[in-house]
């Protein structure tokens, strides 16, 4: 009753705004009890899936995990590839990539409904010949990869994921610095006392590149007459529990990611800090919606697929990366032929599940707050991404915009915009060119990140929640 007198009373240029203008709730605001109770359970979940994937290996593997829970089967294991309508099927694409579809009931000419993240992060990677001695330090030398403030990398704990493969092709997988009782790593720094000069220098060059070099040893072999006593120490302990010699760092991906836990934020624990938000807050609904979608009892109309791709912090370049052949070998797989694949392209809809800055009030002058997003205010609808002039956007047309939004409304998922900062101030990219260079209508959706890229970022938690409904809708509906 109260809310329908203030509603009365309202004067008649507050309805018309209330009617015209595009005002955006904090989507705390107003939820029930069992939302409430199924946002918590949803992070709780995603917090497990983080601290378990750190590296793109480790995502794939536990994505492939849930994938199989929810009756998806490894297209490699079938001997028959006649597609039906309502198989689940994925493809592991060499351990650090995946795709995975649900067959509808309309022939794959007619198009598909698409979600593509990536799941590779900013990190430390290993050089091909990184252990060295000095000063009667172990130390191993690093190439970052991705965009990073080096300077944010030095004096946090480290932890060591990877691989390492023999000559016969036996892998061997290793993890340190995530378990209770582990050892960490870290990359040291200059004590205040003497950093006068490099306090002096930009940002971007008060550590460099060259020096990300992490501490790894200090205690000598116990012999006197060995040499680089400290690095032999090392590499015995490194042969003795995985069997590997210095030679097989020449092969290896080593990878070194922050060790401490995706943790909740704020005395209201709204809010996930963790290493990898950038792109697993996307890839993670992703996943989740289409396990959502294969519990279901009905058959979708068109298929729907999930492509979880690698390399999209150095360019999506290389043989797991977006713009591989991987995305269209698999969809080509449920055509007849190569012309009704260019025709599925075509009338195919993606969402490049991928993030966005939120507006920080901390840092206000590089961001255009009327085009910004926010923390807090749902899933974010980016119609182009790039720098310079839109350069590297496939900047979505509108009728595309249009549809994913009343798609939303529908559903009663509130979505937001939001640009990359300021015109003039940088900007960035995702893998919607790449798919939109198919010909495919895409569009970039994805979960508002504050200390984007650096080794803890932030994310709310209810729109990690609208996003998963958001991902759903659109793979029901598009």
Known sequence: MAKETKSKNKGKGEKLADKLFFNLKNCWEGID???EKEVEEFASSYKQFLDRGKTERECVEAACEMLEKGGFINVQTLKNRQFKAGMKIYQNIRGKSILAAII?????????????????????????????????????DTHYYGGIKKYQWTTIPLAMHGVFVNGDGKKTAIKIGEESGDPVFTITDLLPHLAKEQMEKKASEAVEGENLDILAGSRPYNDKDAKEKIKLGILSLLNAKYGITEKDFASAEIEFVPAFKASDIGFDRSMIGAYGHDDRCCAFPAIKAMTALAREKTVPEKTVICYLSDKEETGSAGNTGARSCNFENFIAMLCENEADLRICFSNSYMLSADVNAAFDPTYAGVFEKKNSSFIGKGLVLTKYTGSGGKYGASDANAEFCA????????SKIQWQFGELGKVDKGGGGTIALYAANLGMDVLDCGVPVLSMHSPFEVISKIDLYTTFRGYIAFLGNA
């Open 403 to 410: 549809k994913v939004q009343a798609i939303m409304d529908k």
């Open 104 to 140: 509808g009931k309309k022939p794959a000419v007619e198009g598909c409904n698409i979600l593509g993240a990536h799941v590779d992060s900013p990190r430390l990677d290993l050089k091909q010949n990184p252990l060295y001695e000095d000063s009667d330090l172990a130390l191993l």
């Open 33 to 35: 009890a069992k939302t």
